[in-house]
């Protein structure tokens, strides 16, 4: 994410702005790069789109030997980037959001895409999971459509992936996210024009394939009786509905938001697009540009979805993943508190969630995780200047430090770390979940190294630098309850800067405790800390702190 006011427009926000403020939101997609912009009202809370910008890209388009992004293509994504930052600054938008999702996440030079483009515009796009997809589009449909506590489902069909939802306003039930896409099932299958009658028939059973097992878990969730309506959302469903309007009604609605298509229309235009060539889908009343390419894939994984669920009609939200991420954007800066509160919490329950999956001692790491937030808070302006996403992450780091015990006791600090950064950690970007894994890797043994391939996938000096010195910090929080029974209550610091001392006085929890295993590991791991902070570490037991009931 890039402040914009801040570093290229030297303008400030004055009390009005702060109540009205303008974001814009980039989605990376498979097949083309969206941006909207929008006016948050900070006192409802809600927000307006002032603008949107569309340019077909095709990331999705990459070398099919070694599955990189092209050349040509990154370059098409920069140019296209600058023109929507220069739009976005020409609205006073004060920051740019940017996601990217399935082309990048899979490319092998995906995260060498991100920095360059980093490097040339300043833009800073985080990388997110396909869950993480799925949650910030269903952010976006809820900010969109009434749910009146009704249960939904939410199809978002992409370039390179597929999105299945189940919601209810309080919260997402499912979200699974499938790799199949408009795009990527184009370029894949469909090697004849028009498709030959084989071809079409392995792309429908594909798809069908492909979508089951999400269809499983959707339907799964469903309590006995309710009847979910299906929600659509992105470019092959706004598609479909429209040139379904404009053959129906005669024209298309000011707004597609609410329109619905049954499934017998939509088996009926699956059978149309079959027969016709490129050429000839390109002329149908209200085809976009270049969708003609890849509406038919599109619209079997609609098909297909809709005939696995059992439902025969879908309604279309223009709301999805650009505007779920404004909606993320509001939830992190406390700007929601009423409709949306459940969400706002994400974070922490996908955390605990991962813990009590690979049965974390939850006790244990929550004791860690405070002596670990404690050094943090009070070494702050310090030995470091990190903030509050950053102890965020370490706070997740020091739940899960031990979930590698799963796999195996010994190297589990290696276990945590493939485990943490293969699971679904909602609310958080990929480079967020590779600081985790990260940090709860290096709690033991051998601090970070340029050499550990782990680290390596730290692109940034930055996100490296989080990396070693929260570790450091954990090593000591993880030997404070070496034994594991919470022998330690509470520990205070004090930093001597003329002797480059960090005085650690601790307060056991029974008089009677020397604390003596603690403080053996303390002064075991502390070599660590304290080549990270060019400091002396200094234990001492005090009294025992006064325990009230």
């Known amino acids: 994410m890039v402040n914009l ?27 083309s790069l969206h941006m909207v912009i929008v006016r948050i009202e900070t006192t409802l809370p809600a927000f307006s789109i002032i603008g949107r910008e569309k340019e077909t890209v095709r990331l999705g388009d990459r070398d099919l030997v070694t599955g990189c992004l092209k050349a040509e293509v990154i370059e098409r994504a920069i140019a296209c980037l600058r023109r929507f930052q220069e739009v976005a600054k020409t609205l006073n938008a004060e920051t740019i959001i940017a996601v990217a999702t399935s082309a990048v996440r899979e490319a092998p030079n995906g995260k060498e895409f991100l920095q360059k483009v980093e490097v040339e515009l300043g833009l800073s796009i985080d990388l997110i999971s396909g869950p993480e997809e799925a949650r910030r589009i269903y952010l976006g449909v ?3 459509m009434e749910f009146n506590n009704q249960p939904h489902m939410i199809v978002d069909i992409g370039g390179g992936s597929t999105e299945l939802i189940l919601g209810d306003t309080h919260q997402a039930r499912t979200l699974t996210s499938t790799k199949i896409g408009a795009v990527r099932l184009t370029n894949e299958l469909i090697n004849s024009d028009p498709i030959s009658n084989a071809e079409f028939q392995y792309l429908q059973a594909y798809a069908r394939g492909m979508l089951e097992r999400s269809i499983e878990e959707v339907l799964a969730n469903l309590k006995y009786g309710e009847q979910p309506r299906l929600v659509g959302t992105s470019g092959t469903i706004e598609t479909l509905a429209m040139i379904n309007a404009r053959e129906k009604l005669g024209f298309v609605p000011s707004t597609l938001n609410g329109y619905q298509f049954s499934l017998k229309d939509l088996r009926e235009w699956v059978n149309r697009l079959r027969k016709m060539t490129n050429v000839e889908r390109a002329t149908i009343p209200g085809m976009p540009e270049k969708r003609s390419e890849v509406i038919l894939a599109g619209a079997v994984i609609l098909q297909e979805a809709m005939n696995l669920l059992g439902l025969e009609a879908i309604a279309v939200c223009e709301r999805a ?18 409709r949306l509160r459940y969400q706002s919490s994400v974070r922490e329950r996908s955390v605990l969630k991962t813990a009590k999956k690979y049965h974390v001692n939850l006790e244990h790491s929550d004791r860690v995780a405070v002596f670990a937030l404690s050094i943090f808070d009070q070494t702050q302006g310090i030995l470091h200047n990190w903030g509050s996403e950053q102890r965020q992450l370490l706070w997740a780091a020091a739940i899960l430090h031990n979930c590698g015990h799963f796999v195996n006791h010994d190297s589990h600090h290696k276990h945590s770390y493939y485990l ?108 660590v800390f304290e080549s990270e902070f060019d400091v002396k570490l200094v234990p001492s037991l005090e009294e025992s702190a006064v325990i009230l009931n």
């Not at 205070?492 to 029974?510: A, G, H, T, V, Y």
């Open 5 to 31: 006011v801040s570093a290229s427009w030297g303008s400030t926000l004055t009390q009005t702005d702060k109540q009205q403020r303008i974001i814009a939101a980039i989605d990376l997609g498979t097949n």
């Open 321 to 338: 993943l650009r505007e779920g991420v404004i909606v993320d954007w509001m939830l992190a800066h406390g700007l929601i508190e009423d």
């Open 420 to 527: 943490i950064r293969n699971g679904e950690l909602l609310g958080y970007t990929e480079t967020e979940m590779e600081i985790i894994a990260n940090i709860a890797r290096y709690h033991r043994k051998s601090p970070p190294k340029k050499k550990h391939e782990n680290f390596r996938n730290l692109l940034h000096k930055e996100h490296r630098q989080i990396v070693s010195q929260l570790s450091a910090i954990l090593r000591l929080a993880v030997a404070l309850d070496r034994r594991q029974i919470g022998a330690i209550h509470k520990l205070q610091c004090e930093f001597i800067p003329d002797k480059r001392e960090l005085k650690i006085r601790i307060f056991p929890s029974r008089p009677d405790d020397e604390c003596s295993l603690e403080l053996w590991s303390l002064d075991y791991k502390k070599g």
């Open 142 to 144: 809820l900010s969109g």
